[in-house]
C-alpha cells in the first residue's frame, strides 16, 4: 500500500513540470527511501525501526497491560509459595518482559491437582490467583505474537 501511494504521489509531482521540482524531490526522495529500508530491515515487526525501544504507538497500551499482566501472575506466584524454583530461575525483570519471555514464564507455572491440596479455602484460592493471573497473560501475549 505504501508502494502504491508513494508511486503515485511521485507521478503527481513529476506531471506538475515545475522547474525547481527535481532538487524537492531530491531533498524528499532520500530520508523517506532511508526511512522505508530501516522499516525493512528491522528484524522485530513489534518494533518500527532498528533503534526505537518503544512498540507502535498503537501497540503501546497492549504490552503496557501484557507486562502489568506479568508483574500480576508474579506477586500471585510469588504469594503461593508453590514456585520459588521458577521463581528464582527468571532472567528478566517483568518491566522489559517481551512477548516470548512472557509465554515461556506463564508455561513454566504448572499448577498442581486439585486433590493435593483440599486442605485450605485461602491456599485454592491462591492457586486460583495465579491461574487467572496466567490466562489472562497468555491471552495478552498470544495476541501480540499474532500481530508480529
Not at 60 to 73: G, S, V
Request: glycine share 2%.
Amino acid at each position: 500500500v505504501s508502494s502504491m501511494i508513494l508511486a503515485a504521489w511521485f507521478k503527481e509531482l513529476k506531471f506538475r513540470d515545475q522547474p525547481k521540482m527535481p532538487a524537492l524531490m531530491l531533498s524528499l526522495v532520500h530520508p523517506l527511501q532511508k526511512l522505508l529500508l530501516d522499516l525493512l530491515s528491522c528484524p522485530d515487526p513489534a518494533f518500527p525501526t532498528k533503534d526505537l525501544v518503544h512498540p507502535y504507538s498503537e501497540l503501546t497500551r497492549t504490552y503496557m497491560k501484557m507486562r502489568n499482566e506479568a508483574a500480576l501472575l508474579h506477586r500471585a506466584a510469588v504469594s503461593s509459595g508453590l514456585f520459588d524454583d521458577i521463581l528464582s530461575s527468571l532472567s528478566f525483570s517483568m518491566e522489559t518482559i517481551i512477548v516470548d519471555e512472557a509465554i515461556s514464564f506463564a508455561s513454566k507455572l504448572l499448577l498442581p491437582s486439585e486433590s493435593s491440596h483440599e486442605d485450605g479455602t485461602t491456599e485454592r484460592h491462591g492457586l486460583e490467583d495465579v491461574e487467572s493471573s496466567k490466562q489472562r497473560l497468555l491471552s495478552t501475549a498470544g495476541y501480540l505474537k499474532c500481530v508480529q
